[in-house]
């Protein structure tokens, strides 16, 4: 127990340290991209329109959603605190269009229903076994 404590602590010492932070409230964006970290190779493609890039590595926490997001996870205990803070994130953003580039994400595949008003996009450029598809993405 103790080396779990000791193992969490580092982990958050290490996130406080490297991660830039942001206070205020979000504003609505019509296009959010997640995780920038692999999203560089389509940046091309928005680079004249209103997006905002939701960091889901803890690269840039805002201390707003975070407070938001605490509250909500006791709500929430299904689903990660990750994933809780990226759902109050994206309350607050209200996007028209969600943008993601990694096709192994399931929890991004599911926000599809919860923000059933918003398009989401996946762009892949890799190749998915069909037993992969069929098992993880029934409708």
Same mark, same amino acid.
């Given at each position: 127990m103790l080396n779990f404590r000791r193992n969490f602590l580092k982990k958050i010492i290490d996130i406080l340290i490297k991660?830039?932070?942001?206070?205020?409230?979000?504003?609505?964006?019509?296009?959010?991209?997640?995780?920038?970290?692999?999203?560089?190779?389509?940046?091309?493609?928005?680079?004249?329109?209103?997006?905002? +890039?939701?960091?889901?590595? @803890?690269?840039?926490? *805002?201390?707003?959603?975070? !407070?938001?997001? #605490?509250?909500? +996870?006791?709500?929430?205990? @299904?689903?990660?605190? *990750?994933?809780?803070?990226? !759902?109050?994130? #994206?309350n607050y953003l209200e996007p028209k269009i969600i943008i993601n580039v990694t096709d192994y994400n399931i929890f991004f595949f599911k926000l599809k229903k919860i923000f059933s008003r918003s398009k989401t996009n996946t762009y892949t450029t890799s190749m998915v076994c069909s037993r992969y598809v069929s098992k993880n993405f029934k409708k």
């Open positions: 991660a830039r932070f942001t206070f205020f409230k979000p504003k609505n964006k019509k296009i959010v991209i997640l995780d920038p970290a692999v999203s560089k190779p389509i940046e091309d493609l928005f680079f004249r329109l209103d997006y905002f +890039y939701l960091y889901s590595r @803890n690269e840039e926490i *805002n201390l707003f959603v975070l !407070l938001k997001a #605490l509250i909500n +996870y006791k709500k929430n205990k @299904n689903l990660s605190f *990750n994933q809780v803070y990226i !759902l109050t994130y #994206l």
